[in-house]
């Protein structure tokens, strides 16, 4: 993407990582002015002069809400005269469901993918949770669908802070990614094996190693809830580690997922600023402004 007369528009919540990547990018930054009604209705208010080339920043965890502002926001653009809109979403929403699981379910994914590329002409993304589908242009069918890995900034994070960790998936949909973290640096890593006895209720089979004495770090995509790492904790405990921490992508923390993870016996808790939190050490800025410069 050309860096002339081009702009990054962002939204009051994720203010700072959007002043991040337009730093990064060498781009002007200017912020979209959210006022929520009384009744739950959003006003949506953009710079009044757009330049052709306009990328918009919005991670979409808890997505209902900021959906409906994005699609206001990316339409007023659209009458502003802007030609090219891209959405930089580190988090991406909805991708989980890819197929019903019951007669009249909604595939989620195909839905709000073909609803984002109406309104947009490219996507920008990290590590999407995607499933049976793999390609992130099939998921949300934007001329031009970005997919980028975390995995060099968080190897480069752990390098920084432990020496020689143990990196450990806690079930088999994490290999992909604590494979890409290890391998770059050379790190040990394995993968448990999960069984879901409920939404909130799992049971962990860990992959049969010496783990006594290692820095042993948890790593996954996303965290939600959990529980399923709080279970590969508890299960990692009893086999005298030096110590036990939890790099994720997306810390996404409901239902008290970080007092969860501390209770259950993690030293560190650490994400990526993908979705603003306490424990983000690790800034995507300057990925995400490679991919806009490609």
């Known amino acids: ?109 195909r839905i709000v993918g073909g609803l984002l590329a109406q309104w947009l002409d490219a996507l920008v993304t990290v590590d999407p949770h995607l499933h049976r589908v793999k390609r992130l242009g099939d998921a949300v069918p934007v001329s031009r669908a970005t997919c980028l890995s975390a995995a ?10 432990l020496d020689r960790p143990l990196l450990l998936g806690p079930d088999a949909e994490s290999r992909q990614w604590v494979a890409s973290v290890a391998e770059p640096q050379g790190l040990d890593y394995a993968v448990a ?4 006895l409920g939404d909130r209720q799992v049971r962990i089979r860990l992959p049969h190693l010496d783990y006594r004495g290692r820095d042993l770090v ?11 790492l709080a279970a590969a904790i508890e299960a990692v405990k009893a086999e005298g580690p ?17 007092e969860r993870l501390a209770r259950a016996g993690a030293r560190s808790v650490w994400s990526t600023d993908s979705v603003p939190h306490p424990s983000n050490r690790v800034h995507l800025a300057p990925l995400l402004a490679g991919a806009l410069a490609d």
């Open 242 to 258: 030096a110590s036990i921490s939890v790099l994720v992508t997306h810390g996404l923390f409901v239902e008290g997922a970080l």
């Open 1 to 109: 993407m050309s860096t002339v007369a081009s702009l990054v528009l962002g939204f009051a919540e994720g203010e700072a990582q959007a002043c991040a990547l337009a730093q990064a990018a060498g781009l002007p930054y200017q912020g979209i002015d959210i006022h929520r009604f009384p009744d739950g209705e959003s006003r949506v208010r953009l710079p009044p002069t757009l330049p052709d080339r306009v990328v918009i920043y919005r991670s979409l965890d808890h997505p209902n809400e900021k959906l409906v502002e994005l699609a206001l926001a990316a339409a007023t653009a659209r009458t502003l005269g802007v030609r090219h809109l891209t959405l930089v979403a580190p988090y991406l929403c909805y991708m989980r469901q890819d197929q019903a699981f019951a007669p009249g379910e909604a595939v989620s994914q």
């Open 152 to 161: 060099a900034p968080m190897a480069a994070f752990l390098a920084r802070v």
């Open 218 to 228: 948890l790593v996954d995509d996303m965290v939600s809830t959990g529980h399923s």
């Open 193 to 196: 094996a999960k069984e879901r």
